[in-house]
């Protein structure tokens, strides 16, 4: 329990050192270093950051078809495959897309997860046995808090660009279709701070999970959530000025950027923490995200039984073939009483 506190809390300090940093910022006379100079410095770190992990890792040698699968393997012609099996353990490249698409959007690997479990056994009282089951809950946590995500940062263009795109109109109005309250609730916003809150506490309340849980898996997790409800309370219980906002996220947009005036303290912390997202992700686990589209275990179609792959780094080696090892060692053969093809 100390090394959880000891993780968690410096993690949860690290945030509320963020919140008090740009709310005392926003307070003094720093609302130019908040609205513009930390969002270019963000947007600096985040694409650099970014390019620099894709490139170390697409120059990262793969010499051998290592994919991670599941199902039948493809082997003998008159040994039927059905489209599970293709798409879990692919031999071509339309299968391997397919198995792609299924990871990407729908997190099918997740969606396999089992849970493991010692329960009681009512066979034997004083002993245990240990079960596996379907766990689809945090499939569902994952890909919920996913999708959210996605759909709060597409709704967000419409302060960047003017006019605003039919897509990003259409998905507002999709979005916030529930009018029992004024502005309408956007249902992306509530999903997601009730997914990442159900993540964080999972982390918390699973032993096993929380053993393993460092401060680098609490802060994110911390950092969006506190991003989500800031952005909650900005559009439902504070009043902004949202031509205010548009006007300085098109000015950064465009590189000529404006200031207005009557932005909110509370504004300026929602903004420095999404700054503070973007400039983490590069370095972060949040990284799988991308990374998911690089890993070998998961981009490569599994046909190593049928085509041979030859390490290209491989250098020259010298064999030698058996007769010239028997000529060698001949005579400590014969003394261990090891058979040889010629006596002498």
């Not at 079960?131 to 689809?136: E, M, N, T, V």
């Not at 309408?184 to 506490?201: E, N, P, R």
């Amino acid at each position: 329990m100390d090394f959880f506190k000891r993780h968690f809390f410096v993690a949860l300090s690290a945030v509320l050192g963020l919140i008090i940093i740009a709310y005392v910022g926003a307070r003094g006379n720093l609302q130019l270093v908040f609205g513009v100079v930390v969002p270019y410095m963000a947007a600096l770190i985040f694409v650099e950051g970014l390019v620099y992990r894709v490139i170390q890792w697409a120059r990262s040698p793969v010499p051998f078809r290592i994919p991670t699968t599941g199902g039948q393997g493809r082997t003998l012609p008159w040994i039927k495959r059905d489209l599970g099996d293709k798409l879990d353990n692919p031999s071509d490249t339309p299968h391997l897309i397919g198995r792609m698409a299924l990871e990407v959007f729908a997190f099918r690997s997740l969606f396999r997860n089992l849970r493991t479990e010692l329960v009681k056994d009512p066979d034997n009282p004083e002993g245990a046995r240990l079960i596996h089951w379907s766990y689809k809950w945090l499939w569902l946590g994952a890909i919920a808090f996913h999708y959210a995500f996605l759909v709060v940062i597409l709704r967000h263009l419409r302060f960047f660009t003017e006019p605003t795109m039919g897509l990003v109109l259409m998905l507002d109005k999709v979005d916030g279709f529930l009018q029992f309250f004024t502005p309408a609730v956007y249902l992306s916003g509530v999903v997601l701070v009730a997914a990442v809150g159900y993540l964080l506490f999972r982390r918390i309340t699973n032993p096993a999970v929380r053993y393993i849980s460092l401060a680098a898996d609490y802060f994110p997790l911390l950092l969006i959530l506190s991003i989500g409800i800031t952005g909650i309370l900005l559009r439902y219980f504070f009043k902004t000025d949202i031509v205010a906002v548009k006007e300085l996220a098109i000015g950064l947009a465009t590189l000529h950027p404006k200031l207005p005036a009557n932005l909110s303290s509370l504004f300026f912390v929602h903004l420095f923490l999404v700054c503070a997202l973007f400039a983490y992700f590069p370095f972060s686990k949040l990284m799988h995200a991308p990374g998911v589209f690089m890993s070998p275990t998961r981009n490569m179609v599994c046909n190593n039984r049928w085509v041979m792959h030859v390490n290209p780094w491989n250098y020259p080696v010298k064999f030698h073939s058996y007769a010239e090892y028997e000529d060698k060692f001949r005579d400590a053969m014969i003394e261990a009483g090891i058979p040889v093809e010629k006596e002498q």
